[in-house]
C-alpha cells in the first residue's frame, strides 16, 4: 500500500468534492504483480476487446474471480456456451 502524502490527500478531498467517487475513485491498494505469458497475454486481449485499461480489466477479473468462488463454496458453478450451436458446459475453477 502506498503512503498518502499531504498532496495526495488534498487532491483526493478536491477530486471528491469537485468530480465525485464515481468518475475518480480512490485507489484502495497499489500492487505490483508478476503475471505468466499466459495472463500478461489475456490481459492485453480483454483490454483490447473491451477498450478498458488494464486496472479496470483487473478490476473487474477480481470481483468476477471473487463470485466464483463464493458459488462454488456453496456447491455451484459457472456454465460455460461458446456459441449457440453449443451445449453449456458446467465449469469450475480451482
Known amino acids: 500500500m502506498v503512503a498518502k502524502t499531504s498532496r495526495t490527500k488534498e487532491l ?6 469537485g468530480l465525485g ?5 480512490k485507489i484502495a491498494a497499489r500492487l505490483t504483480v508478476n503475471l505468466s505469458r499466459k495472463s500478461a497475454d489475456a490481459l492485453r486481449e ?3 476487446m473491451t477498450e478498458d485499461s488494464r486496472t479496470e ?10 463470485d466464483i468462488r463464493a458459488c462454488q ?5 459457472v456454465w460455460l456456451q461458446k456459441d449457440e450451436a453449443s451445449e453449456p458446459v ?3 475453477y480451482y
Not at 483526493?12 to 468534492?17: F, I, P, V
Not at 467517487?21 to 475513485?25: D, G
Not at 483487473?58 to 474471480?65: E, G, P, T
Request: aromatic content about 4%; cysteine-free.
Open 21 to 25: 467517487t464515481k468518475t475518480a475513485p
Open 12 to 17: 483526493d478531498q478536491t477530486l471528491d468534492e
Open 46 to 48: 480483454v483490454a483490447e
Open 90 to 92: 458446467l465449469t469450475r
Open 57 to 66: 480489466v483487473i478490476n473487474k477479473a477480481l470481483q468476477v474471480y471473487r
Open 73 to 77: 463454496e456453496h456447491g455451484g458453478g
